[in-house]
């Protein structure tokens, strides 16, 4: 199969974590032997979260008073698709994954005037009590909103247009290749008269996932993040896993926008898009995400 994998910032870097280097790489090390063996049986595209991780290098921007401006979203989320990639591609071949592995720089295009500029709902960087978000955002002019039991901040998070690198993506699965693509949902760029600009945005990952999902002609497309499943009620005594569904299903329930939300919109359009199938499920559980016995599994009918 050709398979697309979106990897949750938050599967590597998990709440209440301390944001270590060594922390994430012991959950990807984890996950690694499950991921390898999925890689080396069929084609496979990694599409990795970074909102932990693009929030951590934003404040650690801010700090640096060296700096006259801090450093825009666009040129962090380019820097966590290196350093994320490059995690990817070291655990994937120390766990056995012979077929090279290559991290692709990757610009997805947005559209300037897309209204999600005006209603951030991206969350990024740590979780705080309520008091000390509200504080830091007053200080850093941040919009912060309720994540769970904690406070984040949220930025513009565009939809997804079009992957500039998806072409080269492709020629590389067909020789074999396992493709780290548009980590952090892509550097979000513009186009226009000049050509290609970075703007100060997050694209979310998974509903890219599903953009390349289906100009890839992926025959599934797995989203694997830190929960089991997705649920109704989620944090409530009342909250329940979904297992399979299809799209009729989908039509009365809502979800969270920052968080679950657009990772159901992806499977959503995804499988309205190719009649495929898409999964929501747990990092560690990879191996049976995949294979349809774990998790949420979305089909047409």
Known sequence: ??????????????????????????????????????????????????GPQVGLLALESLADHALSRSYPLSDLVAETQGMIGYWIQQTLANAGLTKPVITLVT???????????????????????????????????????????????????????????????????????????????????????????????????????????????????VMLTDVKAVFLDFGTPSERPLHHITLAD????????????PKVAAARQFVQDTHGRAAIGSLDDATTVIAGSTGTQLTAA
């Open 107 to 221: 610009q997805t295009v947005v559209d300037s005037n897309d209204p999600a500029f005006a209603e951030p709902s991206k969350f990024i960087g740590a979780g705080y009590p309520e008091a000390e978000a509200r504080k830091l955002a007053g200080q850093n002019s941040w919009t912060v909103h309720q994540d769970g039991n904690s406070w984040r901040r949220v930025v513009a998070s565009p939809s997804p247009r079009r992957v500039v690198e998806l072409e080269t993506a492709q020629t590389l699965l067909q020789h074999r290749t396992t493709v780290v693509l548009a980590g952090g949902g892509g550097i979000p760029v513009t186009e226009g008269p000049s050509g290609r600009h970075g703007i100060d945005a997050v694209v979310d990952k998974d509903l890219t996932a599903a953009l390349i999902a289906t100009d890839l002609k992926a025959d599934l497309l």
């Open 1 to 50: 199969m050709r398979i697309v994998i979106a990897l949750g910032g938050n599967a590597l870097l998990r709440r209440g974590e301390p944001p270590d280097a060594a922390v994430q790489l012991a959950h990807l090390e984890a996950a690694a032997p499950a991921l390898a063996k999925i890689a080396a049986d069929h084609e496979v595209v990694i599409v990795h979260g970074n």
């Open 250 to 261: 989908l039509t009365d329930l809502t979800f969270p926008p920052g968080s679950m939300g």
